[in-house]
């Protein structure tokens, strides 16, 4: 058991002024759980860059240790489901947003959180898929499920440069699929290429014309990360009876549309929430992650930092301006 482990804490002093740096804890510093974790590896996402700009929202109350994800070994474990040793992963639930989170070296956590580290992914490739991985996951999960087939037709990610998206680019074309790529960053073709995707597009090419209720068919199925005027040209966008899915809100929480895609095309709408994904559809994810969809090219989809450099990657993802994943090395020496 450790003395004491660094962590990124975010303070909020005075009221409404936030700030950042890598402070000691000790495990008495943590919240009670089952489970306590030291951490290997996690990664950066855009929920945690909103905590840590003290977006109540995600958290209410600073001091706070941000990171939604974490993957490492268990160094104590409460009840008969893990033992001293294990390595396992946490994403989402409360990790990271009012739950000290997985930019500290060790967390504790309830055993309902934890998902055993499956068979086929080292702790340094699930956390370069980490919230971002599964999310994009989930969301392919809806198309698959829908009945969406390769040869069917062309799949629009948005975002694509993200981390959802950027994933979702790579499990999709490693499932077959041929995947239209819209980017606000043209210049990382080659990069969204490598990852699959057979076309890019600027994100005018996929703009909304908000005077028409339906627009030329275009896509058969559609994974939205932005929101917005993208998720209403999306929807305009899907062909007959095709799905598009939504998760997030970069570019706007608005949705401004009529009911026409819905009861003209049969176009279905699918949310997708990962933080509080139930256990078992969650591991099935989590397998078919670590199997069938395990993207080709993980390693080259995400940049390592270790966890000093998370402060001036947390100002980069709040400006758009990553591609692909950020993981962080929580533990030195990790292979
Ligand atoms: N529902 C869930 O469970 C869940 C889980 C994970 C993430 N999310 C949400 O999904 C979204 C993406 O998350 P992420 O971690 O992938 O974030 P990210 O890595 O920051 O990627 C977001 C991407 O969106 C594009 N973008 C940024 N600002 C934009 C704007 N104003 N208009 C249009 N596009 C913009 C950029 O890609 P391009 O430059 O390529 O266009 C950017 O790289 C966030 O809203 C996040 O909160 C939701």
């Not at 958290?59 to 490492?72: E, S, V």
């Not at 939504?246 to 819905?262: I, Q």
């Not at 949310?271 to 256990?279: E, L, Q, R, T, Y």
Request: hydrophobic share 40%; aromatic share 6%; proline share 5%.
């Amino acid at each position: 058991m450790t003395a004491s482990f660094n962590a990124l804490e975010v303070t909020e002093n005075p009221p409404g002024t936030f700030t950042r740096r890598i402070v000691r804890k000790t495990p008495a510093d943590l919240p009670p759980g089952d489970v306590l974790i030291q951490v290997h590896f996690s990664s950066l996402n855009y929920k945690d860059a909103l905590s840590a700009i003290g977006n109540k929202g995600v958290t209410r109350t600073y001091p706070h240790t941000p990171g939604i994800d974490a993957a490492g070994v268990v160094v104590e474990g409460k009840g008969a489901d893990f033992s001293t040793g294990d390595p396992v992963l946490v994403t989402g639930y409360d990790l990271g947003m009012n739950t000290a989170g997985g930019f500290g070296q060790y967390i504790r956590v309830p055993a309902s959180w934890v998902v055993r580290l499956p068979a086929g992914l080292s702790m340094e490739e699930s956390m370069i898929l980490g919230t971002a991985g599964f999310t994009a996951g989930l969301s392919v999960d809806k198309i698959v499920s829908h009945g969406i087939f390769p040869g069917q037709g062309k799949i629009l990610v948005t975002g694509a440069s993200g981390g959802v998206g950027s994933l979702a680019v790579a499990i999709l074309s490693r499932l077959g699929h041929t995947v239209a790529a819209a980017t606000g960053k043209v210049e990382e073709a080659d990069f969204l290429k490598d990852h699959g995707a057979s076309e890019i597009l600027s994100r005018e090419e996929v703009r909304d014309a908000p005077s028409k209720a339906l627009l030329k068919e275009r896509w058969a199925a559609v994974v939205d990360t932005v929101g917005g005027e993208h998720l209403a040209a999306a929807l305009k966008t899907t062909a007959y009876r095709g799905a598009v899915t939504c998760c997030g809100n970069v570019a706007s929480a608005s949705l401004s549309l009529t009911v026409y895609p819905f009861i003209l095309r049969g176009i279905t709408l699918y949310g997708v929430d990962s933080a509080n994904c139930p256990m078992e559809p969650r591991k099935s994810i989590w397998e078919k992650l670590a199997g069938p969809w395990k993207p080709a090219a993980l390693s080259r989809i995400a940049r390592e930092i270790p966890m000093d450099q998370l402060d001036s990657h947390i100002d980069r993802i709040l400006e758009g301006k990553l591609k692909g994943r950020t993981l962080v090395r929580m533990k030195e020496g990790t292979a």
